[in-house]
């Protein structure tokens, strides 16, 4: 590693702070303590961002603005349905609302999934209405000015570096982007480095999540197999200068079985021992 230089340097960090505490208060408290001003907003309270009031998000974004903590991205659920599930009703109009509170939170960018994938079905017969749903969400945030990310995650169409690689060579611009998450592709047999050569030139967006090929376990960056050192001196030589959003899934957080399909229970459930523990690694890889 280039000890010269705090890799990234010039990279705004942000988190998911529903992992250190279901309440926004003891979020805000620790987030302050550590020197964080930027969260990637999934949940506060125990409630999912997709599902805030006009009103409540009204509060949460009062209370963060009196913290001076601004908002990265929306952490949505958009698109971890089934791709059979009802989408041009229900889900179109989940993602409008989300897109609410991404004016509420003075955000451009919303984070958004291509759809999980029957384990009876083969992801190439899904492709077709994959796509034909990702093109009117795209459409839809265009509307709107939004910039949908993109993220890997096991189970969905878009899990492996060549279907995430076939979404963005489809629909890439502005309305529509790549979030890389180390962990994630680790988690269903994809080398990390390998799927960053292949998307590096669609990333707008970074989630810091390690994990271990032997086990799929989630660990604190830099101790797993997802080659951050490197990958994070690639994208410091090739100027990135976007969101490192540290997601540490180290402790069993409220709201963790309904965010992954089979979700590992773990051990450990202090979560704001677990943040720490998370941010000390990724500022250990930033050097």
């Known amino acids: 590693m280039n000890t010269q230089h705090k890799l990234l340097s010039s990279c705004p960090v942000s988190c998911f702070?529903?992992?250190?505490?279901?309440?926004?208060?003891?979020?805000?408290?620790?987030?302050?303590r550590l020197g964080i001003s930027y969260v990637e907003l999934r949940s506060a309270d125990g409630i999912n961002v997709s599902d805030f009031t006009m009103n409540f998000a009204k509060e949460v974004k009062k209370k963060l603005d009196q913290a001076n903590i601004r908002i990265s991205a929306i952490g949505s659920p958009i698109g971890k349905i089934g791709i059979n599930d009802d989408f041009v009703d229900a889900h179109l109009q989940k993602l409008s609302h989300t897109e609410q509170m991404a004016d509420i939170f003075e955000t451009p960018y919303i984070r958004m999934f291509s759809?999980?994938?029957?384990?009876?079905?083969?992801?190439?017969d899904c492709r077709s209405e994959?796509?034909?749903?990702?093109?009117?969400?795209?459409?839809?945030a265009a509307h709107n000015n939004i910039t949908l990310l993109h993220e890997n995650e096991k189970g969905i169409y878009?899990?492996?570096?060549?279907r995430c690689l076939d979404l963005m060579q489809q629909f890439a611009g502005k309305h529509f982007s790549c979030t890389f998450d180390f962990a994630n592709f680790i988690q269903c047999s994809q080398d990390p480095l390998e799927a960053y050569e292949m998307l590096s030139p669609y990333?707008?967006?970074?989630h810091v999540k390690d994990a271990l090929f032997a086990t799929r376990e989630v660990v604190p960056a830099g101790t797993g197999d997802g080659?951050?050192?490197?990958?994070?001196?690639?994208?410091?030589?090739?100027?990135?200068?976007?969101?490192?959003?540290?997601?540490?899934?180290?402790?069993?957080?409220s709201g963790l079985?309904?965010?992954?399909?089979?979700?590992?229970?773990?051990?450990?459930?202090?979560?704001?021992?677990?943040?720490?523990?998370?941010?000390?690694?990724?500022q250990k890889v930033l050097g």
């Open 227 to 253: 080659h951050l050192p490197e990958i994070f001196q690639k994208l410091d030589a090739s100027g990135y200068h976007g969101f490192l959003s540290l997601e540490p899934h180290l402790a069993n957080f």
């Open 158 to 162: 878009g899990d492996n570096a060549s």
């Open 257 to 282: 079985a309904a965010l992954e399909h089979n979700a590992a229970i773990r051990t450990e459930n202090n979560t704001e021992k677990a943040f720490c523990v998370a941010w000390e690694a990724f």
């Open 130 to 140: 994959v796509l034909f749903r990702t093109e009117a969400m795209i459409a839809e």
């Open 115 to 124: 759809f999980y994938i029957p384990e009876n079905y083969a992801a190439a």
């Open 203 to 206: 990333i707008s967006y970074v």
């Open 17 to 32: 702070a529903d992992e250190i505490a279901e309440s926004l208060d003891r979020q805000i408290e620790v987030l302050s």
